[in-house]
């Protein structure tokens, strides 16, 4: 079998409703299908995901660590190429992202690519939370704080297996703290070409002030060396665990 240039990680947890949408949305990707895998790893859905998945995922398993970090970790120990990209379920994809993922990635200083996010609904807050976030994401970069969120990130996985891959004690923004301590292993990339379409539906269910709150306290901690920390009573978005 020929070894894939590039393996996709995608976490899943009771997704029956849009999964096979979205996984059959992989044959618009410019690079051909026979040179990436995708590996969906399922945190014991309850529903038809894990059927859905096998239509079109090459490597479906059960997650056995914890937290969406802990099931892009175990994506990542079952795949077969060098080039690691990661992202959702519910994420709308441009048809060249793998594609000018590899390209970013052939220079041997970089080690990860990341890029921004754009809401899928057109609603008001929606789009002015991502307008402020898209506009402080490119300036973090400028001072090397740049984070990587995991529903579009890409990295070379010998450097993410080089520091450890995401912490799974993190209790949030185990991406971006991952992003973080990728740098000890090379350069990070921020490019704007790389932007998908990402949906609202968990702030929407936690609260857009609460995340952004959370996110910031978060960010803050991790941009001056802090560990993030649990805030008691507070759950961070109701997905895998």
């Known amino acids: 079998m020929q070894k894939p240039k590039i393996s996709v990680v995608i976490p899943t947890y009771n997704e029956e409703d849009i999964i096979e949408k979205r996984l059959s949305n992989f044959s618009n990707q410019s690079l051909s299908r026979d040179e990436f895998e995708i590996v969906v790893v399922d945190g014991g859905s309850t529903d038809e995901t894990v059927r859905a998945a096998k239509k ?4 479906v398993i059960q997650q056995k660590s914890k937290g969406v970090g802990g099931a892009r970790n175990d994506g990542v120990e079952v795949t077969r190429a060098e080039i690691i990209a990661t992202t959702d379920i519910d994420v709308i ?3 060249f992202w ?7 990635l052939k220079r ?7 890029g921004p996010n754009e809401p899928i609904e057109r609603k008001f807050r929606a789009r002015a939370a991502y307008f402020v976030i898209n506009f402080i994401h490119p300036l973090s970069s400028l001072f090397s704080l ?3 969120p995991g529903n579009n990130t890409a990295f070379k996985k010998s450097a993410f297996l080089s520091i450890g891959g995401y ?3 993190a209790p949030y923004l185990d991406d971006i703290e991952m992003g973080l301590r990728l ?16 949906s609202m539906r968990r702030l929407e269910e936690s609260g857009y002030l609460k995340v952004l709150l959370l996110w910031l306290y978060g960010d803050t901690r991790l941009a001056i060396g802090k560990k993030v920390k649990k805030i008691s009573g507070l759950r ?3 997905r895998i665990e």
């Open 146 to 148: 740049t984070g990587m």
């Open 93 to 95: 994809l441009p048809d």
């Open 167 to 169: 912490d799974t004690d």
């Open 98 to 104: 793998l594609e000018c993922v590899l390209m970013l």
């Open 108 to 114: 041997e200083e970089v080690v990860g690519v990341c």
């Open 183 to 198: 740098r000890k292993a090379g350069k990070v990339v921020f490019d704007r070409k790389l932007m998908v379409k990402i």
């Open 56 to 59: 079109y995922a090459d490597v």
């Open 236 to 238: 961070y978005f109701r």
